[in-house]
Nanobody, 127 residues
Framework: QLQLVESGGGLVQPGGSLKLSCAAS????????IGWFRQVPGKGREGVAC????????YYADEMEGRFTFSTDTANTAVVLEMNSLGPEDTAVYYC????????????????????WGQGTQVTVSS
């Protein structure tokens, strides 16, 4: 059973930045389509940003466009999401997910049901 592990969440002041990382034990995720989702209490999960590793194509939700971007870790095994200009509205639990296939990034972010999910990492934006 594939296990995804997120890291990098925490407390940041408004206007600050965080990097979230998604990795899997024994598997390099980058060739596959990976998605980041977030959820606040009382609401469903929403697609934040997704990337199809095979060609590097990405999809960002409108409110994340220009603020969030994908990058690589030094070992080139994890999927890293850089989040900038964070505001209180970005406070949520962030999850990474994958189906270990090559669907488009837009399809990944649009669909809410996926085969593999991480345990989530809390991001809190507050002064």
């Amino acid at each position: 059973q594939l296990q995804l592990v997120e890291s990098g969440g925490g407390l940041v002041q408004p206007g600050g930045s965080l990097k979230l990382s998604c990795a899997a034990s024994g598997l390099i995720l980058r060739p596959y389509t990976i998605g980041w989702f977030r959820q606040v209490p009382g609401k469903g999960r929403e697609g934040v940003a997704c990337i199809r590793g095979s060609d590097g194509s990405t999809y960002y939700a409108d409110e994340m466009e220009g603020r969030f971007t994908f990058s690589t870790d030094t070992a080139n095994t994890a999927v890293v999401l850089e989040m900038n200009s964070l505001g209180p509205e970005d406070t949520a639990v962030y999850y990474c997910a994958t189906d270990l296939d090559l669907r488009t990034a837009r399809a990944m972010c649009t669909m809410k049901s996926h085969n593999y999910w991480g345990q989530g990492t809390q991001v809190t934006v507050s002064s």
